[in-house]
């Protein structure tokens, strides 16, 4: 049940005319000195009351005032309850490759998809691609440099560390930092100074 201001101001407003009413009945005891614990109990009372509309929470001597503020909190509540009650989303995502014997058939089918589309949209493929790279003798030299120093880092490799069930192939980095790690070649060849 929810409580309307209007109704707190109002006992908060009767409360305090009655702590003063008091407190002005025994007036005349508590300035000529013959005040009893009762009179200071209702003073502290009083000034309590004076005091709750600044404040959100008053404790004197054991005993808390406390100004609610019901509305707030309900929305709080709602909201932690809309937190707890979200599921939390983990993808999971699977990047295992797919299989050698299924890449030609994935290839056939999806250039069969491809020359239906070019065909529909009345694009005729070209029969070969021309090969005029002009590609100068040095360049290739390196190139084939580099393919022969992979083809033996990779049967160093096979030979010593690889597994032979592993059909996949390897990058050179990787192979180059397990021969490098296996204190097979030195590191002087995978970190050049």
């Given at each position: 049940?929810?409580?309307p201001?209007?109704?707190?101001?109002?006992w908060?407003i009767i409360?305090i005319?009655?702590?003063?009413?008091?407190?002005?009945?025994?007036?005349?005891?508590?300035i000529?000195?013959?005040s009893v614990?009762f009179?200071?109990?209702?003073?502290i009372?009083w000034?309590?009351?004076m005091?709750a509309?600044?404040?959100?929470?008053i404790?004197?001597?054991?005993i808390?005032?406390?100004?609610?503020?019901?509305?707030?909190k309900s929305q709080?509540?709602e909201?932690k309850?809309e937190i707890s009650?979200?599921?939390?989303?983990?993808?999971?995502?699977?990047?295992t490759?797919?299989?050698?014997n299924?890449?030609q058939?994935l290839?056939d089918k999806?250039s069969?998809?491809?020359?239906n589309?070019?065909k529909?949209?009345?694009?005729t493929?070209q029969?070969?691609?021309?090969?005029?790279?002009?590609?100068?003798?040095?360049?290739?030299?390196?190139?084939?440099t580099r393919?022969?120093?992979e083809t033996?880092?990779?049967r160093i490799w096979?030979?010593?560390?690889g597994?032979?069930q592993?059909?996949?192939?390897t990058?050179?980095?990787s192979?180059?930092r397990d021969l490098?790690d296996?204190?097979?070649?030195?590191?002087?060849?995978?970190y050049?100074t």
């Open positions: 049940m929810k409580i201001n209007w109704l707190k101001v109002v908060w409360l005319g009655i702590t003063t009413r008091t407190l002005l009945l025994r007036n005349e005891d508590i000529s000195g013959k614990p009179d200071i109990f209702v003073f009372i000034v309590a009351l005091l509309p600044l404040f959100q929470e404790n004197i001597f054991g808390k005032l406390k100004q609610s503020i019901d509305e707030l709080i509540n909201v309850n009650n979200k599921n939390p989303f983990n993808p999971t995502i699977n990047l490759p797919t299989a050698d299924k890449i058939e290839e999806y069969k998809i491809l020359d589309i070019l529909n949209k009345g694009i493929s029969t070969e691609p021309q090969n005029t790279f002009n590609v100068p003798e040095s360049n290739q030299f390196l190139f084939a393919f022969r120093i033996e880092l990779r096979e030979y010593s560390i597994n032979n592993e059909k996949r192939r990058s050179a980095i192979i180059l490098t296996n204190r097979i070649i030195t590191k002087d060849v995978y050049p």
